[in-house]
């Protein structure tokens, strides 16, 4: 199973250090915008990187197109050209349907997926959906590559949007919190690089225990909270000043983006990748 990838940036770079992992560094290939980036990591790596995007195509079964919307009109044309009924166009693209994708690549089989940056890290979460001509024994293909870099959680194209509020683009609004709550303390004296460190584990040791124990969130808080203390006086102040509102919010204006990223239908850039 011959695999490249277009584009080797934030989220291209952990998908092809997975791919090498997953699959073996012959059977994986790239390109991306920049000789200078694909020759470290060509070194890095030890895989090769390809000087043509259409001999690429042309010899790859899987093409995993990591790159950002506004980068997708130049792709496409020799992503067409060489394009079989066979091959499997994986997307990270926000906002570019299966529909789309079809009609742009010519390609009949696709996997529109949502990952995030914690993939370079190997703790990813990606959300996938499959076009419906994509077989059982391609899907495990595809699970085994996104597997190399964290969760996968599988569900209908439909979801994709919302996905991108609680995974794709929710690590930006992680860090808001953890940047200002991290301000908070150095405000009394905590040193920064401390400040980071506390709640930067904090946050890491939350999160397990959400997902270990199964436990509703609310219940996880309420454990924390005693009874006339310090947690609950810091909850009432974030209820009084909005952190739920702000949140749900921030995921309104994430998917009514995505949405009106759909409707745009890949109104693109040029990109610079090589022909």
Same mark, same amino acid.
């Given at each position: #199973?011959?695999?490249?990838?277009?584009?080797?940036?934030?989220?291209?770079?952990?998908?092809?250090?997975?791919?090498?992992?997953?699959?073996?560094?012959?059977?994986?290939?790239?390109? $991306?915008?920049?000789?200078?980036?694909?020759?470290?990591?060509?070194?890095?790596?030890? !895989? &090769?990187?390809? &000087?043509?995007?259409?001999?690429?195509? #042309?010899? $790859?079964?899987?093409?995993?197109?990591?790159?950002?919307?506004?980068?997708?009109?130049?792709? @496409?044309?020799?992503?067409? /050209?060489?394009?079989?009924?066979?091959?499997?166009?994986?997307?990270?693209?926000?906002?570019?349907?299966?529909?789309? /994708?079809?009609?742009?690549?010519?390609?009949?089989?696709?996997?529109?997926?949502? &990952?995030?940056?914690?993939?370079?890290?190997?703790?990813?979460?990606?959300? !996938?959906?499959?076009?419906?001509?994509?077989?059982?024994?391609?899907?495990?293909?595809?699970?085994?590559?996104?597997?190399?870099?964290?969760?996968?959680?599988?569900?209908?194209?439909?979801?994709?949007?919302?996905?991108?509020?609680?995974?794709?683009?929710?690590?930006?609004?992680? @860090? *808001?919190? #953890?940047?200002?709550?991290?301000?908070?303390?150095?405000?009394?004296?905590?040193?920064?690089? *401390?400040?980071?460190?506390?709640?930067?584990?904090?946050?890491?040791?939350?999160?397990?225990?959400?997902?270990? $124990?199964?436990?509703?969130?609310?219940?996880?808080?309420?454990?924390?909270?005693?009874?006339?203390?310090?947690?609950?006086?810091?909850?009432?102040? /974030?209820?009084? @000043?909005?952190?739920?509102?702000?949140? *749900?919010?921030?995921?309104?204006?994430? @998917?009514?983006?995505?949405? $009106? *990223?759909?409707?745009?239908?890949?109104?693109?850039?040029?990109?610079?990748?090589?022909?």
């Amino acid at each position: #199973m011959k695999i490249s990838l277009i584009g080797a940036g934030n989220m291209g770079y952990p998908l092809l250090k997975g791919a090498v992992a997953a699959f073996g560094a012959e059977n994986v290939t790239f390109l $991306s915008k920049h000789r200078e980036h694909e020759e470290a990591l060509s070194a890095e790596l030890g !895989i &090769p990187f390809a &000087p043509r995007l259409l001999e690429m195509v #042309m010899h $790859s079964d899987i093409i995993v197109l990591a790159i950002k919307p506004q980068y997708a009109a130049e792709i @496409y044309p020799d992503v067409k /050209l060489a394009m079989g009924k066979e091959k499997i166009v994986i997307s990270v693209m926000a906002g570019v349907t299966v529909e789309e /994708l079809k009609k742009q690549t010519g390609a009949v089989k696709i996997v529109r997926t949502m &990952p995030n940056t914690p993939a370079m890290l190997g703790e990813g979460m990606t959300c !996938i959906s499959y076009s419906d001509e994509v077989t059982e024994v391609e899907k495990e293909v595809v699970r085994k590559l996104f597997l190399s870099v964290g969760k996968i959680e599988e569900i209908p194209e439909k979801l994709l949007n919302a996905a991108i509020c609680a995974n794709g683009s929710s690590p930006a609004f992680v @860090y *808001m919190f #953890m940047e200002a709550l991290a301000d908070g303390v150095v405000k009394y004296g905590i040193p920064r690089d *401390m400040a980071y460190r506390l709640v930067g584990q904090t946050v890491l040791g939350s999160a397990k225990m959400l997902l270990e $124990s199964g436990e509703h969130p609310g219940k996880l808080k309420d454990a924390v909270c005693s009874p006339g203390g310090t947690t609950i006086a810091g909850v009432a102040a /974030l209820e009084e @000043y909005g952190l739920r509102n702000a949140v *749900m919010k921030a995921a309104d204006a994430c @998917y009514g983006k995505a949405r $009106s *990223m759909e409707a745009q239908k890949g109104e693109n850039d040029v990109s610079g990748f090589g022909k």
